[in-house]
């Protein structure tokens, strides 16, 4: 089945770590998003990507890194400069101008 | 800068009653999107509104959009509990050149 799969599930990092959250999709999508949420709050842009090999910045990127080397995948690094990175990451994709627009499951990341 | 807002942002409603969640957005936009948000979970596609005049309806749930005065409603008619959870709006430019922007949410609580 088609669909965008994130992992882990679930991931914990102590204080100074960066940690990598994969999110991959075999939709043939050309653009690709990785969004923040906080409890309770909604979803803030962090990273975004329209083809392979650039990505822009959105309203949150300080802190975090992305790539996207191919197009089906679109790996977001949490860095140590992050200092809040407690929050539920989901991660979308969709076709250039389509109408819609798929989510992952998510990945909940909690600091130790 | 494109912003969304919602409201309202908590709405406790009894079951059987009806009510109306609405969503602003402060520039022109091509597309209008509702999701629901179950906790814990990854975001559900409701709606996606493409026109001015634009209605839709799935079960008990009816959104419409009106361009001119930027605004898209949720209206939900005899509610119950199983529609229990969280309602996001978001909104996209450029024929979807540009990712979604998204309100905070309304968090939907139906009480016997």
């Known amino acids: 089945d088609g669909g965008i799969t994130q992992s882990p599930k679930y991931l914990f990092r102590k204080e100074g770590q960066n940690v990598t959250l994969s999110c991959e999709q075999n939709l043939n999508h050309d653009a690709m998003y990785w969004y923040r949420q906080d409890p309770g709050q909604g979803l803030r842009l962090i990273y975004y990507s329209q083809i392979v090999n650039d990505f822009q910045k959105g309203d949150i990127a300080e802190g975090y890194s992305v790539s996207r080397e191919k197009k089906e995948s679109f790996p977001l690094t949490v860095t140590s400069a992050q200092k809040n990175p407690t929050a539920f990451y989901l991660c979308a994709s969709r076709i250039i101008s389509g109408n819609t627009i798929y989510f992952g499951e998510g990945s909940w990341l909690t600091v130790v | 800068e494109l912003k969304v807002e919602q409201n309202p942002l908590f709405l406790s409603m009894q079951e059987g009653k009806n009510y109306t969640i609405y969503c602003n957005y402060s520039t022109t936009s091509d597309r209008l999107y509702w999701y629901r948000q179950d906790p814990g979970k990854s975001l559900e596609s409701l709606f996606v509104?493409?026109?001015?005049?634009a209605v839709k309806q799935e079960g008990r749930l009816m959104a419409s959009l009106d361009t001119k005065a930027r605004l898209s409603t949720l209206h939900i008619t005899a509610a119950v509990h199983d529609l229990s959870a969280t309602y996001f709006c978001a909104v996209t430019q450029n024929s979807g050149n540009t990712p979604l922007v998204f309100g905070k949410g309304t968090r939907l609580s139906v009480i016997a």
């Open positions: 509104l493409l026109s001015n005049g």
